[in-house]
């Protein structure tokens, strides 16, 4: 076999394994359209900046992706755009090779995103971008030694490297200064759209927690009694999501599927909420997951699952998550500087028995305090960028569980939120956007902690916004996204519960001394 099929027969392997590896996490549509706008978006900053030799940004679009989303969606970023964009620069021998290259490089961005638990600042970020540009010019070095080349010898392999320095210098420089540019925002909007639509490609639970729990399926399965005066709607939506708990005791993305650590805190928190206990098993599934867990959004809503079943954030699985998560307390207050992040930081410690007094609740509070914009809102990042009704509701929450007066900065967020009301009575995601469940279950709640009574928050003519979450509550008991979408049944059944039944962050197990 000659070196250049030797090296394709290997090469094809690698994009084959990648590409499977993608596939076989069943992304969702939301993942797939994300994963296809980032690819175009790399192979677009390749033809835009097609005048410039070898500085492009989108070993630095990569990269970021597989940071902020995980290694199978950067892969696959990386090579489609590579593929995307030879459609202009011309389809060849080299193609596969940029393939591989910028999937690995993808790859490679999941991995430091894993290891730094994606708190990286700006300037580590730009040389990780830059090194990243030295590795795929070797790596394309290294396919113009093996296709082209008659003779592979190291001095050949120096030679064809020396020839293709600057260009190699030239391509790591502009990453280093377009990462400067643009790359922590571009990072806080993946993230911001990970947290929302939870973009992961990792096995949820063990199955060591799934033994034990299995031992105590009679009693977790036992049905419990639905809270005083709970509404019908309320009742079939707390039915559905007790339905999808499975006999390890965490819950899935839809009655049936299995377990994963995302619906099973919310769903804690949904049914706590309504006067139901989620079960121990559900907080040993809760409290085996935690070992694994290093992000610090992972963390934060573990440990808000956790109390909310009853279970203790301390000892979860042999780890302390209140400790993990105050050791990532930055020296200005803040939770890796994100607005969201710091807000959902003070409702994990206040779940976990931190007082309004505790140093690091009130310095928190005290930052996003001054992240708020100048239209009373918050964004997921911070000051400066749109604000949003689920991170102003977050924030609102959070100021007051750190005891903050609901006079100023409180009241303020909620004026933003009730602004923001749709005519169906719903809130959206974003100002102007289309109403959905979730954002109405944050804004619901927002207003409970400002000390507002939802019922009488409404526009000229339209129903209140419980009156639009019980609108969405389908023939199964699921609580839809929006009118036009059902996705997440669990997760977003979940969320609405603790609006539905008026009860805002952070949730104690029913019972539990506050």
């Known amino acids: 076999m000659s070196w250049e099929l030797a090296s394709f027969a290997v090469l094809f392997c690698a994009l084959a394994a990648g590409f499977r590896w993608y596939e076989h996490g069943h992304p969702s549509s939301k993942v797939l359209a994300l994963v296809a706008m ?79 638990g994606r708190r990286l600042h700006r300037v580590p970020l730009a040389i990780a971008c830059c090194l990243a540009g030295f590795l795929y010019g070797a790596i394309l070095d290294f396919s113009t030694w093996t296709t082209f080349s008659g003779e592979h010898t190291l001095g050949q392999f120096v030679a064809i490297s020396g ?46 927690a799934a033994v034990v729990a299995a031992v105590v ?21 707390a039915g559905y999501v007790l339905r999808a708990r499975n006999a390890d005791g965490g819950f899935g993305a839809r009655v049936g599927q299995r377990s994963a650590a995302l619906e099973t805190a919310w769903a804690s928190m949904g049914l706590a909420a309504t006067g139901r206990r989620p079960g121990a098993a559900t907080a040993r599934f809760l409290a085996a997951t935690a070992p694994r867990v290093n992000d610090t959004g992972d963390i934060e ?53 931190r007082s309004t007094r505790d140093g690091t609740v009130r310095r928190a509070a005290a930052w996003v305090v001054t992240q708020q914009n100048r239209d009373g809102g918050w964004n997921f990042g911070g000051r400066g960028a749109p604000s949003g009704i689920d991170d102003t509701a977050g924030a609102v929450q959070a100021l007051v569980a750190a005891g903050r007066s609901r006079r100023g900065a409180v009241a303020r967020g909620a004026g933003f939120i009730v602004r923001n ?34 019922d009488l928050v409404r526009r000229a003519g339209s129903r209140t916004a419980l009156g639009y979450l019980r609108t969405l509550v389908a023939a199964d008991g699921s609580v839809r996204y929006s009118r036009t979408s059902a996705q997440t049944p669990v997760w977003v059944s979940a969320q609405a519960l ?17």
Request: glycine share 12%; hydrophobic share 50%.
């Open 38 to 116: 980032l690819a175009a978006l790399a192979a677009l900053g390749r033809v835009a900046f097609a005048p410039l030799p070898n500085v492009k940004p989108t070993t630095d679009i990569v990269l970021l992706s597989g940071y902020a989303l995980g290694g199978a969606p950067g892969f696959v970023v990386g090579a489609a755009g590579a593929l995307a964009s030879n459609f202009f620069y011309g389809q060849g021998p080299w193609t596969p090779w940029q393939m591989g290259a910028w999937g690995l490089v993808g790859v490679i961005g999941a991995l430091l995103g894993t290891a730094t």
């Open 163 to 208: 020839t293709s320095l600057p260009f190699n210098v030239a391509h790591a420089a502009g990453n280093l200064v377009f990462c400067l540019a643009f790359g922590p925002a571009f990072v806080r909007a993946l993230l911001r759209y990970r947290e929302r639509f939870e973009v992961r490609f990792e096995p949820a639970a063990a199955a060591a």
């Open 217 to 237: 399926l009679g009693l977790a399965a036992l049905p419990a009694a639905p809270a005083r005066g709970a509404d019908a709607a309320t009742t079939k939506a």
């Open 301 to 353: 809503r573990t440990i808000l699952g956790l109390v909310a079943a009853g279970g203790s954030p301390r000892r979860a699985g042999g780890v302390n998550l209140v400790t993990k998560l105050v050791r990532r307390r930055r020296s200005d207050g803040s939770f890796e500087r994100l607005v969201n992040r710091t807000a959902f930081a003070i409702l994990a410690l206040r779940a976990a028995g």
């Open 421 to 454: 009301q749709r005519a169906d009575g719903g809130f959206p995601l974003q100002p102007g956007a289309e109403s959905n469940a979730q954002s109405t279950a944050w804004a619901i709640q927002a207003l409970l902690a400002a000390g507002r009574d939802p």
């Open 498 to 514: 603790t609006a539905l039944a008026r009860r805002r962050f952070p949730i104690r197990a029913p019972g539990a001394r506050r």
